[in-house]
């Protein structure tokens, strides 16, 4: 498949907007996942992307964000602390949530990964969750300025070197790691779990695998990265991870096409029609009709919606432009006409009542259905005229011509 990607921004747990990157693959996601970064790193890091490429050519949506005062995002650094960053998760979550589809799957690369660990128990729709070189001890992090850590509690803050940068170090930072219970949060996660390590990870010891895996419930699964370093800074390691992640998660996360399905939990009696909302972005729903058939609808990304369906108005005019061919076929065929193939292209928009010479309405905006009917076959012009003027007697047109009488009632 492939792939695209947008630029986009969400306010953090503090309020600072933070900057994120939206993969997509070409078509209708089959999950959405969501990639937290490793310490000091962000979310252009070649581990992101590379992992982040692979799960689109799968069908995999991600979004990798900057934590608050990393990369592009807004905010201090120095004033956040681990329990910040899983805030920043979940208000990542939350707008996956509220603008396309809640994750379906969370992966964390080092202490992103520790942070998508503490994080999934409050994402009810997650239902895998990996880990890349992740420490079983959040306060694994400090080792990585041990040498500044007495001026840190002396002084309350310093500022140390991380990856050849400057970052600044306070107190209430190593305090917050300290008191994380990760192996806790662990257990109680109740989600399917994919632990990546590699055996020779030197900043990350493989140890801390072993503990995260025998902390965790079943469904869970390790897998070695053998050879790789911690930062999967070879392709080939990054586009393991993104096969793997993308098969193994298919066990666990429904597809879109599954959601698209007869077999849906949603299912309407012969007759009937129901349309229930899919649980993806604000306005995606599936339909079902008599049992038989299944549908979906939605609304275009630039009003909000995922685009994973026609609109409510696409479907009205599709159900009236079948019922135009269907009645033009069935004229044709009693008449004996050689009518080959009808087709029917319709648009709606709403014009100014005044504009409108045969409209009894005379004032405000009124609906308006363009219809362009094309006939195929050997026929005259007087026989394309009766075809297309009965078009106009179609049941659904007449319908929406008429007084129409919609009763609601409430079940309980």
């Given at each position: 498949?492939?792939?695209?990607?947008?630029k986009?921004?969400?306010a953090?747990?503090?309020?600072d907007?933070?900057?994120?990157?939206?993969?997509?693959?070409?078509?209708?996601?089959?999950?959405?996942?969501l990639?937290?970064?490793?310490?000091?790193?962000?979310?252009?890091?070649?581990?992101?992307?590379?992992?982040?490429?692979?799960?689109?050519?799968?069908?995999?949506?991600v979004?990798?964000?900057d934590?608050?005062?990393?990369?592009?995002?807004?905010?201090?650094?120095?004033?956040?602390?681990?329990s910040?960053?899983?805030?920043?998760?979940?208000?990542?979550a939350?707008?996956?949530r509220?603008?396309?589809?809640?994750?379906?799957?969370?992966?964390?690369?080092?202490?992103?990964?520790?942070?998508?660990?503490?994080?999934?128990?409050?994402?009810?729709?997650?239902?895998?969750?990996?880990?890349?070189?992740?420490?079983?001890d959040?306060?694994?992090?400090?080792?990585?300025?041990?040498?500044?850590?007495?001026?840190?509690?002396?002084?309350?803050?310093?500022?140390?070197?991380?990856a050849?940068?400057?970052?600044r170090?306070?107190?209430?930072?190593?305090?917050?790691?300290?008191?994380?219970k990760?192996?806790?949060?662990?257990?109680?996660?109740?989600?399917?779990?994919?632990?990546?390590?590699?055996?020779?990870?030197?900043?990350?010891?493989?140890?801390?695998?072993?503990?995260?895996?025998?902390?965790?419930?079943?469904?869970?699964?390790?897998?070695?990265?053998?050879?790789a370093?911690h930062?999967?800074?070879?392709?080939?390691?990054?586009?393991?991870?993104?096969?793997?992640?993308?098969?193994?998660?298919?066990?666990?996360?429904?597809?879109?096409?599954?959601?698209?399905?007869?077999?849906?939990?949603?299912?309407?009696?012969?007759?009937?029609?129901?349309?229930a909302?899919?649980?993806?972005?604000?306005?995606?729903?599936r339909?079902?009709?008599?049992?038989?058939?299944a549908?979906?609808?939605?609304?275009?990304?630039?009003?909000?919606?995922t685009?994973?369906?026609?609109?409510?108005?696409?479907?009205?005019?599709a159900?009236?432009?079948?019922?135009?061919?269907?009645?033009?076929?069935?004229?044709?065929?009693?008449k004996?006409?050689?009518?080959?193939?009808a087709?029917?292209?319709?648009?709606?928009?709403?014009?100014?009542?005044?504009?409108?010479?045969?409209?009894e309405?005379e004032g405000?905006?009124?609906?308006?259905i363009?219809?362009?009917?094309?006939?195929?076959?050997?026929?005259?012009?007087?026989?394309?005229?009766?075809?297309?003027?009965?078009?106009?007697k179609?049941?659904?047109?007449?319908?929406?011509?008429?007084?129409?009488?919609?009763?609601?009632?409430?079940?309980?």
């Amino acid at each position: 498949m492939a792939q695209s990607s947008e630029k986009i921004t969400f306010a953090g747990a503090d309020g600072d907007q933070l900057a994120a990157r939206l993969d997509l693959p070409d078509g209708n996601p089959r999950a959405y996942a969501l990639w937290a970064h490793c310490f000091s790193c962000t979310k252009d890091i070649f581990a992101a992307s590379r992992v982040a490429a692979g799960l689109t050519a799968r069908g995999i949506a991600v979004l990798r964000f900057d934590f608050t005062g990393l990369g592009a995002s807004e905010g201090d650094f120095a004033n956040t602390n681990f329990s910040s960053n899983v805030g920043d998760l979940l208000a990542a979550a939350d707008h996956l949530r509220e603008h396309f589809a809640a994750p379906r799957i969370l992966i964390g690369h080092s202490l992103g990964g520790a942070a998508v660990l503490v994080a999934a128990s409050r994402v009810p729709e997650a239902e895998a969750v990996c880990t890349i070189g992740a420490p079983a001890d959040p306060a694994h992090v400090t080792n990585l300025f041990q040498d500044s850590r007495a001026e840190i509690e002396a002084k309350g803050e310093a500022e140390v070197l991380l990856a050849g940068r400057p970052f600044r170090i306070q107190l209430q930072f190593l305090e917050d790691l300290e008191s994380q219970k990760l192996e806790r949060d662990i257990a109680a996660m109740k989600k399917a779990l994919l632990v990546f390590h590699s055996p020779i990870d030197a900043t990350v010891g493989v140890e801390n695998a072993a503990r995260i895996f025998q902390a965790a419930k079943h469904p869970k699964s390790f897998v070695s990265l053998d050879d790789a370093d911690h930062l999967l800074s070879r392709k080939v390691d990054a586009t393991y991870v993104a096969d793997v992640i993308a098969a193994w998660a298919t066990r666990y996360v429904a597809t879109e096409g599954a959601l698209e399905e007869v077999s849906s939990t949603v299912t309407a009696a012969p007759g009937t029609v129901v349309v229930a909302e899919a649980g993806q972005g604000k306005f995606a729903n599936r339909i079902s009709i008599g049992g038989r058939h299944a549908l979906r609808a939605d609304e275009p990304a630039e009003v909000g919606g995922t685009d994973t369906g026609p609109t409510p108005y696409d479907l009205m005019l599709a159900g009236l432009g079948a019922c135009k061919t269907m009645t033009m076929r069935l004229y044709a065929e009693r008449k004996g006409y050689a009518l080959e193939r009808a087709q029917v292209t319709l648009s709606h928009d709403k014009i100014h009542a005044r504009d409108c010479a045969e409209c009894e309405t005379e004032g405000g905006r009124i609906d308006r259905i363009a219809v362009e009917i094309e006939l195929s076959g050997n026929l005259d012009a007087e026989t394309r005229q009766k075809i297309a003027a009965i078009a106009e007697k179609c049941p659904v047109h007449r319908t929406l011509q008429s007084e129409v009488l919609i009763e609601s009632r409430h079940k309980n």
